[in-house]
């Protein structure tokens, strides 16, 4: 195995040949994640040992601690042993302590071996602890290797925010952000593309969540949700909403209107009227 920047990538015996009573191999490396492949100089390869003598099993690449975001079709866990004969090897995959055919997720074998575990179209429901286990069919040790699946969840808004949101002047108003997410999202707040952090205005606040109970609200709002007291006309503009986690980011927006009252004095066609006006937002 080679190691690069603390990531692990695949190197695979692709040509040899002999010359008796030594053989020449090269290797090739890929990157999974680049789409690169490399190929070594041919090499030198001796093997040590008795021809014929059994060889106990040992895992040579065991599975590693994976996070996987929902939704993602395909991710391969890896368990590869060896031993002498190779065919005496039983491979089984286990999540959770139970065999994964009966665990209740998606998933696929990608060899006759069961050395790859394919977990199929990622839910909530794949996170746990999965573990090979290896022995060979003449007894002997059982080897085991375990690995941590954690399932994160893009933002996602459960609720759109409106196109529109009309507020009164003088008034208080809640605009809400209903975005869920794993972890949970960090919610900023911007108007007119500017965070709100930068332009500190004491009539907004966003509302910070109390406590891990989403069924306890602030009277004034659900979490993450921008109020804002006193409403004047230079509050109109566009707010946005912006959440982020580990698995990505998702932008929101409204633009706000302020709704003005004017009163008119007592007249000969006004008499005692109110006419409502609507503000629109000045463009920046």
């Not at 696929?108 to 790859?116: A, C, M, P, Q």
Request: charged content about 20%; overall charge negative.
């Amino acid at each position: 195995m080679s190691q690069t920047r603390n990531k692990y990538h695949d190197i695979v015996l692709t040509d040899s040949f002999s010359f008796l009573p030594k053989t020449f191999s090269r290797a090739r490396a890929t990157n999974t994640q680049l789409g690169e492949e490399q190929s070594t100089a041919y090499s030198f390869l001796e093997v040590y040992g008795e021809d014929g003598a059994d060889v106990p099993p040992e895992i040579v690449v065991a599975p590693e601690d994976t996070v996987i975001v929902k939704g993602k079709p395909n991710t391969e866990l890896h368990c590869i042993p060896n031993a002498r004969p190779l065919h005496h090897i039983e491979l089984q995959w286990f999540k959770d302590g139970r065999p994964i055919d009966q665990a209740g997720v998606p998933f696929s074998h990608n060899d006759l071996w069961n050395r790859t575990l394919s977990l199929i179209m990622a839910e909530f429901a794949h996170a746990g602890v999965y573990s090979c286990q290896v022995r060979t069919t003449t007894g002997g040790p059982i080897l085991t290797r375990e690995a941590k699946v954690t399932i994160l969840e893009k933002p996602h808004f459960r609720s759109n925010l409106p196109v529109s949101t009309f507020g009164e002047f003088g008034r208080a108003i809640n605009i809400p952000c209903d975005v869920h997410g794993k972890p949970e999202p960090n919610v900023t707040w911007y108007r007119n593309g500017i965070p709100l952090a930068e332009t500190p205005n004491l009539r907004y606040e966003v509302i910070k969540k109390s406590n891990d109970d989403d069924s306890v609200l602030d009277e004034r709002g659900p979490a993450n949700s921008l109020h804002i007291n006193f409403l004047r006309q230079e509050d109109s503009g566009m707010f946005q909403c912006s959440a982020a986690n580990e698995a990505g980011d998702i932008v929101g927006y409204t633009w706000l209107r302020v709704k003005s009252k004017l009163f008119f004095p007592s007249g000969k066609f006004f008499s005692n009227h109110l006419i409502s006006i609507f503000l629109q937002p000045r463009r920046q």
